[in-house]
């Protein structure tokens, strides 16, 4: 069973922008829902988060090129990616951590099977 599904990966030149989203379909909120990436032949890496309660966090290298935003309603999150670069090309995850369904809490992460990312010079 998919429980963390992720869209809006594909192609683009450098200097471009491309816009992910993460659901998590089924349940009412996540606590802390993030993503990463991973190059390839490197390890996976943190890129940004944000708390049930809006409070991001995002990696320096993205830093000011990449906002998170959530979307409380539908239980999702959104990666606007601008200024790409080259070395943006990566697989992109979405991590979901502590969420609720049908008055369960379930405090465990679930990922989602990624999308590609990539940025051609």
């Known amino acids: 069973v998919v429980q963390v599904v992720e869209s809006g990966g594909g192609s683009v030149q450098a200097g471009g922008s491309l816009r992910l989203s993460c659901v998590v379909p089924?349940?009412?909120?996540?606590?802390?829902m993030s993503w990463y990436r991973q190059g390839p032949g490197k390890e996976r890496n943190f890129v940004s988060s944000?708390?049930?309660?809006?409070?991001?966090s995002t990696a320096p290298l993205v830093k000011g090129r990449f906002t998170i935003s959530q979307d409380n309603a539908k239980n999702s999150v959104n990666l606007q990616m601008n200024s790409l670069k080259f070395e943006d090309t990566a697989m992109y995850y979405c991590?979901?951590?502590?969420?609720?369904?049908?008055?369960?809490?379930?405090?465990?992460?679930?990922w989602g099977q990624g999308t590609q990312v990539t940025v051609s010079s």
């Open positions: 089924g349940y009412n909120y996540c606590n802390v």
């Open positions: 991590k979901a951590t502590g969420c609720e369904r049908s008055g369960v809490f379930e405090p465990g992460e679930k």
């Open positions: 944000i708390t049930r309660f809006g409070l991001p």
